[in-house]
């Protein structure tokens, strides 16, 4: 998922802020993952590395959402990205019902 940041008519700021799968597929672009992986493998390598599930910039790291998904081989990347969707989804749904999200939703700065 992405959204379009606010404008300041400053051309150096990027067109889309990257969370969820569509974040994770970025940093898996720049970064040599190969397929077909166990989640203990991709966690072992690639766990520590946090991932933005909301625009507000909260963010998990992979190992602890791999933990959460629901299957433990991949095949392919998007299996992968399949998988670790639903678990981006309720992070994102429990942030954005928690208290502070919903007064930070009242104040227009």
Do not use: C
């Not at 898996?28 to 989640?39: C, G, H, I, L, Q």
Request: charged share 30%; net charge negative.
């Amino acid at each position: 998922m992405g959204v379009r940041p606010p404008s300041d008519d400053i051309d150096a700021e990027p067109d889309v802020i990257e969370f969820g799968i569509a974040a994770l597929d970025a940093r898996m672009e720049s970064e040599a993952v190969s397929f077909p992986a166990t989640a203990a493998e991709l966690s072992d390598q690639w766990g520590h590395v946090e991932i933005p599930y909301d625009a507000a910039g909260h963010s998990v790291r992979l190992g602890t959402a791999l933990t959460e998904a629901d299957r433990e081989e991949f095949e392919t990347k998007q299996d992968l990205l399949n998988a670790l969707h639903p678990v981006f989804e309720r992070k994102r749904e429990a942030t954005s019902t928690s208290l502070l999200a919903q007064l930070r939703a009242l104040v227009p700065f």
